[in-house]
């Protein structure tokens, strides 16, 4: 990660200038992420055949093909598993007022908001990479 920050120590301003970046990026050209999750299955699925190990790399190659083919998919497929990780945590919570119960109850939200409108996963992601950049700068400079 040296190479990030220019020589500068670990978390300088390079990689908070690279994260804002990339999230600008992503926001302008919102499915960019879809298409690099893509692209990132299909190299590992490879890596996995040449490996041996077939059913897994086979599986990755579809995987990535079908997300190239169908890019919104892959936030459908985020939006299912978070309802369903939302579902679980609420009933491990025993349905007792506290901080697993609240973020259960976030988590199932989140993933309903994704079901019903599945661009808004590519923009969260995108301001996610701009906080962190803007928290690593912050940090760096020491602003706060």
């Known amino acids: 990660m040296a190479w990030l920050t220019f020589g500068l120590p670990a978390g300088g301003p390079a990689l908070g200038i690279i994260l804002l970046l990339i999230g600008i990026v992503i926001l302008i050209i919102p499915r960019i992420v879809n298409y690099l999750i893509a692209a990132a299955l299909i190299i590992s699925g490879i890596g996995w055949c040449i490996a041996g190990v077939w059913l897994w790399g086979i599986l990755a190659i579809i995987a990535g093909i079908v997300i190239l083919i ?3 998919i892959l936030n459908y497929v985020v939006g299912i598993y978070l309802i369903i990780l939302g579902i679980g945590q609420v009933i491990a919570s025993g ?20 079901m019903v409108n599945p661009g808004v996963l590519n923009a969260l992601v995108a301001i996610i990479f701009i ?13 706060f």
Not at 133 to 142: A, E, N, P, S, T
């Open 70 to 72: 169908i890019p919104r």
């Open 131 to 143: 906080i962190q950049g803007i928290m690593l700068l912050v940090q760096y400079y020491r602003w």
């Open 95 to 114: 349905f007792a007022f506290g901080l697993p119960l609240v973020v259960g109850a976030l988590t199932l939200l989140f993933g309903i908001i994704v």
